[in-house]
């Protein structure tokens, strides 16, 4: 489709509805965030012990809540620990409407923080973390999860993801997908700037990559069965989805 990450969740409920099913949910999906949860869960078992501090680039923001739900799980357990990891989380700069409203203090994101939005979205190297609507102010959402844990947001520019990635690259074969090239990058920032203590024990997820291990042979293209965009009427995706 033709648009950004948000008008494709925006898409994909409608189709869903167009096809009478019921829409995975995002964020509210109670599975999708256990699932994500268990990056945490297989750390603590590898560790033995929860992570001081977690870091992850995040777009609505459903990864860092689900770190924050599975770390209350296993402090609940008894055997790891009794304390939250710090969450430490980026956005890729110019689109940062989280990062702003959070060093501001302020639950909801505002017109401000959104800024020049199509433009900025246009901009970023990582549009994955790019969606207009995350569950920032919602309970149990982005907020509520940074209150409880701490931590710290931060604003990474394209640069310093490409430079994150050229590093990455000198250790590893798999190159990482753009997100987590961000969230390389906020590492290393927070580390320069003397945010973080470099003893403490700290859970990096790096949330893709390694496309370019991928014969070449073995990638086929699929023709998609139609091509939309923002303005399509909720008739016309009916007629696409019944065709």
Not at 36 to 53: F, Q
Not at 95 to 104: E, H, L, R, Y
Not at 126 to 137: E, F, G, I, Q
Not at 184 to 190: C, F, P, Q, T
Request: net charge negative; hydrophobic share 40%; charged share 25%.
């Amino acid at each position: 489709m033709k648009g950004d990450y948000a008008d494709s969740i925006a898409i994909a409920e409608k189709t869903s509805s167009a096809a009478n099913l019921m829409s995975e949910g995002g964020a509210r999906n109670i599975a999708r965030r256990d699932g994500m949860g268990t990056v945490m869960l297989e750390a603590a078992i590898t560790m033995k012990k929860l992570p001081d501090i977690y870091f992850q680039a995040v777009g609505s923001g459903t990864g860092a809540i689900s770190a924050w739900e599975a770390s209350m799980r296993l402090i609940g357990d008894g055997r790891f620990g009794a304390r939250l990891p710090e969450l430490h989380l980026s956005q890729n700069h110019p689109f940062t409407p989280m990062v702003k409203a959070w060093a501001c203090g302020r639950r909801n994101i505002s017109d401000e923080d959104l800024g020049d939005v199509e433009n900025d979205i246009a901009s970023v190297h990582a549009d994955v973390l790019t969606n207009r609507n995350p569950p920032y102010s919602v309970k149990g959402g982005m907020y509520d999860a940074m209150a409880a844990c701490g931590g710290e947001m931060y604003g990474v520019t394209n640069a310093e993801a490409n430079e994150a990635e050229r590093l990455w690259l000198g250790f590893e074969d798999a190159v990482p997908d753009p997100a987590a090239s961000v969230a390389l990058a906020s590492l290393i920032k927070a580390a320069e700037e003397g945010k973080i203590d470099r003893n403490r024990t700290i859970l990096l997820n790096m949330t893709g990559g390694g496309c370019n291990l991928i014969p070449k042979g073995d990638m086929k293209k699929l023709r998609p069965s139609a091509k939309v965009d923002r303005n399509i009427t909720d008739d016309e995706l009916r007629r696409i989805v019944h065709e």
